[in-house]
């Protein structure tokens, strides 16, 4: 890690210690990729307009997500099979992003049991859902996170189906020996690869799983729901009036259904929409600390990365995954700074250009 100076420069680092299907897995995105290159492209498009002659000796970059403290505004987001970038998986992410003071969303589809996640070290994490057809699978992963202390239930609303990523199908994508979805070990056949694999995953979901169902997702445990995959303002309204605590907006990396906007322009529309009343999250292309800014200046109280911390994972492990999270912190305290702007929530949104 002594030779990374930005988060781009974990990738390619990453990518010489992979294997083509697992470097492919985690950069490739849906169809033509547009979305995926349009996540980092819009962030771009944003200017910063900073104040000056502000005292900023002092920078607060601390703050909570549903009352949960967390040492900076930027979240660990849910991600597959943490084993195919390094021999400790997910157990590792989870280390680094308690080393950096920060939250892990730990996925459903980890290589490690939830529990285990919980158990590797005493730090607060929410647990991502996806809604099974099998409703007792559901509430069985509902109760154990419950049980095992995640502080939140972020259920994935974009993907009742997967999305066609033509990498994973020109590789034939499949776990390699001895990695499994953990947490349900007996969900997907032996030598699943590649389009049958996304198929038979696919077949686990429920693709019928609608807004009626939050009563029924809520009554299964105490947790604060948080949808993650709203773009829509529509949606967003409607998660309100159904009680959610939070929303993260979301096109799933550019992995689910290609051509949608970038989260980072849909996110003011949806701020407005839900006036305050759950805390927003921005999920996507977020790779440096004026990204992390401009999030807040549109209305998000903190955002998810999700590759770099993977790319950081398997170049170093859990301090990899540690270090990426303080390169993000450095860049943001800098970029503050030099925006005229002392604490994170008090991000205005005059900074927007």
């Known amino acids: 890690m002594d030779n990374v100076v930005c988060l781009d420069d974990l990738e390619p680092l990453a990518r010489a210690k992979l294997s083509q299907m697992a470097y492919d897995y985690l950069a490739g995105g849906a169809e033509d990729e547009w979305t995926l290159r349009e996540n980092r492209a819009a962030f771009q498009r944003i200017q910063l307009l900073p104040r000056v002659l502000v005292n900023v000796t002092k920078r607060n970059l601390a703050t909570t997500v549903l009352g949960t403290p967390v040492s900076l505004p930027v979240l660990v987001a849910p991600m597959a099979f943490h084993g195919l ?23 459903t589809a980890s290589n490690v049991t939830l529990e285990q996640i919980a158990a590797e070290v005493d730090a607060p994490k929410w647990f991502q859902l996806y809604v099974y ?4 699978r559901t509430r069985d992963l509902v109760q154990r996170a419950a049980a095992a202390g995640y502080r939140a239930l972020c259920v994935t609303v974009d993907t009742p189906l997967v999305g066609r990523r033509e990498r994973d199908v020109r590789n034939r994508f499949h776990l390699p020996d001895g990695l499994t979805f953990a947490n349900f ?7 699943s690869s590649g389009s049958a694999l996304n198929a038979y995953v696919a077949s686990l979901w429920e693709p019928s799983f609608s807004w009626g169902d939050l009563a029924w997702l809520r009554s299964l445990s105490p947790l604060p729901l948080v949808l993650k995959g709203v773009l829509h303002p529509e949606d967003a309204g409607l998660a309100v009036e159904h009680g959610v605590a939070g929303l993260i907006v979301s096109n799933h990396g550019g992995r689910q259904l290609d051509t949608v906007p970038a989260p980072i322009t849909i996110l003011p529309r949806i701020a407005e929409v839900v006036d305050g009343r759950a805390e927003l999250l921005l999920d996507g292309g977020v790779r440096r600390g004026t990204d992390v800014l401009k999030a807040l200046a549109l209305g998000a109280r903190a955002v998810l990365v999700g590759r770099p ?3 950081g994972l398997a170049v170093g492990g859990a ?3 540690r270090a990426t999270l303080e390169l993000l912190r450095a860049e943001l305290a800098l970029a503050l700074a030099l925006a005229g702007v002392t604490d994170v929530h008090a991000v205005p949104r005059s900074l927007i250009f």
């Open 85 to 107: 970038y390094h021999a400790e998986g997910e157990l590792a992410t989870a280390r680094g992003a308690a080393s950096a003071g920060t939250l892990l969303v730990a996925s």
């Open 319 to 321: 301090e990899g995954v």
């Open 185 to 191: 070990a007996d969900a997907v056949p032996e030598h």
């Open 309 to 311: 911390v993977l790319w």
């Open 133 to 136: 057809r099998d409703r007792e």
